[in-house]
């Protein structure tokens, strides 16, 4: 039987990409929107088209998300009084 996921993976076991409808759940986006996002090239970061289908790689999900993290250190510090 062949699967239609993505099976290559990185070293440590994990998958180098995931569906679009996985990355856009990650970000918190629905089906529709990450699919608008993609077609029109506004996806928030890399996606990759692959024959009829699209994959985001994980490093740049990751490299998107560790940039948003609302407790990153780039954040400023609060001023006291």
Known sequence: ??????TQSTTHGE???VSLLAAGRLLGMGRTTAYRLARAGEFPCRVLRI????AVPV???RALL?????DSSSRPACEEG
């Open 59 to 61: 490093r740049a999900l």
């Open 15 to 17: 998958p180098e990409v």
């Open 1 to 6: 039987m062949t699967s239609t996921t993505p």
């Open 66 to 70: 560790d940039h948003t993290d609302p």
């Open 51 to 54: 024959g009829g289908r699209y």
